[in-house]
């Protein structure tokens, strides 16, 4: 394996040989514990010491994914993190706004959703508004198919949502359609998991890795929840090249992202909002409103308007922490 199969290109060498540090060596971080992390160097695994300070574009610590630069001594440290390509961030959970980067260099978000009590279009829509606002390419695999009555028919609603995001129902277990999710890996390429507790994330990743390298564990008859078995966030190494990272259930998907991020994954309705006769119309109570007409027509789903405006509004309370609403 070289550092390349899992993404280090000439852009990332580059940036690394342009360091003002000491020089060392490069490694990707598979694993943070504490002020510990841990390493894919070329010579194979290490670990080093995250100090409380570390050399990066903008204030922070390094997460699962970060290339990073070490110093070369008996008990390495890193001493800078490289300009990051893609951010998986949320909002931090807790009143406070502010962000939480969840993972880095993430080429392929696989956003799971179970075809069981999981599917939920709202939630879909925003893991897509996250995946655009952190320069990620979305796949949307909906597990669990040979559960579901009717999986082609989810798939046909998550894809009335995700505009010509790449929909897959797929099953693991049963070897449903599971060459889709292989088909977005590869050489140089990192995919990562994201999605509730108990969406097969893990069960995904074990898939790919050939082997049951993460723990996974049944979900609550009752309502289809997981158990939050997977704790921290893992990058490993696929054997046909690349790498994925697998991630814990979230239980709150705060947004955090730029209001372009809503132009991205909501295009059928921004293409809609041109008609609106007020260019600031907020598509409430304001005459010559075309998406609450085009609503009345039934040419958008009320739900994806209601959804529109609220996550719209979230993005706005980021701007403005002290306001409530
Ligand atoms: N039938 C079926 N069951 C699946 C599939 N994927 C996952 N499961 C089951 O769903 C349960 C939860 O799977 P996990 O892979 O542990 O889920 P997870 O998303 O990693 O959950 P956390 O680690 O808690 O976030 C397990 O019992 C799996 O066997 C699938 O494609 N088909
Ligand atoms: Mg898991
Ligand atoms: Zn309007």
Redesign the pocket.
Known sequence: MTLADIGFDAEFEQAFAALAVAPGFAGRVTRIDADQAQLVTDSGEATARVPRRVVRVEPGRPVTGDWVACSASAEPVVSAVLPRRSELVRRAAGRRARPQVLCTNVDVLFV?M?LDGDFNLRRLERYLTLAADGRMKPVVLL?????CADPAARAAEARGVACGVDVYA?????GIETDAPVRHLGPGITAAAV??????????VNFLMGSDR??????RAHDDR?????THRELMLLPQGGAII?T??MRELGLWAEGEALETAFPDVIALSSGCRFRDCRHQTEPGCALRAAVQKGGLDAARLASYIALGKELERRSNPTRRG
Request: aromatic content about 0%; overall charge positive; cysteine-free.
């Open positions: 799971v179970g597990t669990k198919a040979g559960l797929i099953d693991v277990l049963a999605g509730s507790s108990g969406a097969g994330k893990s069960t995904l993460m723990r996974v564990d049944a979900v997981g158990k939050h078995t997977t697998d814990p259930g």
